[in-house]
């Protein structure tokens, strides 16, 4: 009898296995409560609040600068 290694016809990238270990164990147990799922949406909520008021104080910024720029351009090109 020849030892054969199962893995030796395996392409690069293709898994090893055909069965999922998920299929085999059941569904997949949260770690995590409900209250901590609800925690972990109201911060994600909090961050993207956080952001958006960034990007804002960003656009406003460039739009002042433009805008004093624009005219010193015109008021001075005369």
Not at 2 to 21: K, L, R, W
Not at 34 to 51: K, L, N, R, T
């Amino acid at each position: 009898m020849s030892d054969v290694n199962p893995n030796e016809h395996v392409a690069a990238g293709e898994p090893a296995h055909s069965h999922t270990p998920a299929a085999d164990h059941g569904a997949a147990v949260s770690t995590f409560s409900d209250a901590d799922w609800e925690q972990f949406q109201a911060e994600d909520f909090s961050a993207g609040q956080a952001v958006v008021i960034l990007m804002l104080g960003i656009f406003l910024t460039g739009v002042f600068i433009y805008s004093v720029v624009a005219y010193w351009v015109v008021a001075f090109s005369n």
